[in-house]
DNA sequence: CTCATTCTGGACCAATCGGTCTAGTCCTGT
DNA sequence: ACAGGACTAGACCGATTGGTCCAGAATGAG
C-alpha cells in the first residue's frame, strides 16, 4: 500500500470535494469535516484565509481538473468522436456506481449553493465551460462540423442523465447516452 | 388586484418552495423562512408536525404539480409531439428568465439535499417519474414508436439544459432544445 | 545550534440552527 | 352565548454553526 501521509491542504481538499458532493455546501459542517479530514481547525484557515468558501472553490477546482483528465483519457485513444463520447459515458457511469449512486456533479453540488456569490457562480460557470472546450477541442480534431454546439451536446446528456441515474438509483440511464448522441448530430 | 390572503399553510408551502429553489434545503433557516411567508413558528409545527422535512415534501410535490400542469398546457393543444415539445421547453426557458436564471430544478434543490433520508430520495424519484410518465402520455397519443424512451431524453434534455443555462445565466441553451430533441428519434 | 517561518492544535465566541411548549386568539357549530 | 377545536404567537432550549485567536510544535536555512 502507498501509504503517502499527503499533506493536509490537499486531505483537506479532497474530503472537501467529497462531502460536498454528497450532502452540498450548506449540508456540511466544518466539524465534520475537519474530523472527515483528521485536521485541526487552525490548519484550515492557514491554508485558506476565508475558510469554507475558499476551500469549496479549491475542491470544485480540483473536482473539474480531474473530470477533464477523464475526458482526456476517454477521447485521445479513441478511434472516433463518437467512440470517445462512449468511453466517457462509460467511465461517468461507472464513477457514479462508485459513488453510491446518489452524490451529485461535484461542481454544482458545491458551487451551486451556499453564498449567492457571484465569485461562486462564476467559478462554476468557468470549469463548466473548461469541460466543454476540451470536448469541443476533441470534436474539432474529429472532423465534427459544429464542435460546440455538439460539446454543448454532450454536456447537457451527461448533466441531465447524471440526474436522472440519481433518481432511478441507476446508472443505465448514463450508459444509454451514447446512443441518444449519436442519433443526435454526429451525421 | 386580488388580494386573496391565502392560508398560512398554502403561503408556507410556496415561501418555502421558492427559498428552497433558490438557496438548497440546507440554505434556508427556518427564521428566514418563517419571516419570509410572514407566519409564526407555531404554525409551521401545527400544519407540519415533522417541521422542516414535512414542509419540503409539501414544497416538492407542489412544486412538481406545476410542471405536471406545464406539461399538460404544452402538449394538450399542440398538433405533434414535436410541437408539443418546442412549447414546453419554450415555457420552461421563460420560467427559467422570470426565476432571475439561478435558480435550480425545484425537486432536486429541496430533496437531493438535506437529510440523506430514504423517504427524499424516494419522493423526488417518484415527482420524477410522474413527470416523465406525463410526457410519454402525449408522445404515445401522437404516434412515438417507444414513448418512454422519447419522454427519458427530454427529460434529460431539459434537466442538463436548465444547468448549462444557470451556468451561463442565459434560456439561450433551453431554448435550443427542441432542435436537438428532433435530431434525436422523431422518426 | 539558532532563529524565523510555516503549520498545527484546540479553546473560545457570538450567532444561528431546528425544535418544543404553552398561553392565548380565532372561528365554527350548536 | 358558549364550548371546543383549529390555529397563532413567540419565548425559550440545547446543539451546532462558521470564524477568531494564540500558544506551541515542526521545519528549514544560516
Not at 450548506?26 to 485541526?40: I, K, M, R, T, Y
Not at 465551460?129 to 465534427?144: D, L, S, Y
Amino acid at each position: 500500500m502507498t501509504e503517502r501521509p499527503l499533506p493536509t491542504k490537499d486531505r483537506l481538499i479532497r474530503t472537501a470535494a467529497e462531502l460536498f458532493r454528497r450532502s452540498g455546501y450548506n449540508g456540511v459542517g466544518l466539524s465534520e469535516l475537519l474530523s472527515a479530514a483528521d485536521a485541526p481547525k487552525g490548519s484550515l484557515y492557514h491554508h485558506f484565509p476565508n475558510g469554507k468558501s475558499d476551500l469549496a472553490v479549491a475542491a470544485a477546482t480540483w473536482a473539474s481538473d480531474g473530470m477533464l483528465r477523464l475526458i482526456a483519457a476517454s477521447f485521445e485513444p479513441a478511434d472516433s468522436f463518437q467512440d470517445g463520447v462512449e468511453t466517457l459515458c462509460h467511465k461517468v457511469a461507472k464513477l457514479f456506481d462508485k459513488s453510491g449512486q446518489w452524490d451529485g456533479c461535484p461542481i454544482s453540488s458545491t458551487l451551486f449553493e451556499g453564498p449567492d456569490n457571484a465569485t461562486f457562480r462564476d467559478h462554476a460557470h468557468h470549469l463548466y465551460e473548461g469541460w466543454i472546450t476540451e470536448v469541443a477541442h476533441h470534436a474539432g480534431r474529429f472532423g465534427i462540423s459544429n464542435p460546440q454546439e455538439t460539446a454543448d451536446t454532450l454536456f447537457i446528456l451527461l448533466q441531465g442523465g447524471w440526474q436522472l441515474a440519481r433518481a432511478r438509483q441507476s446508472s443505465d440511464v448514463l450508459r444509454a447516452l451514447p446512443q441518444k448522441m449519436r442519433l443526435t448530430k454526429i451525421h
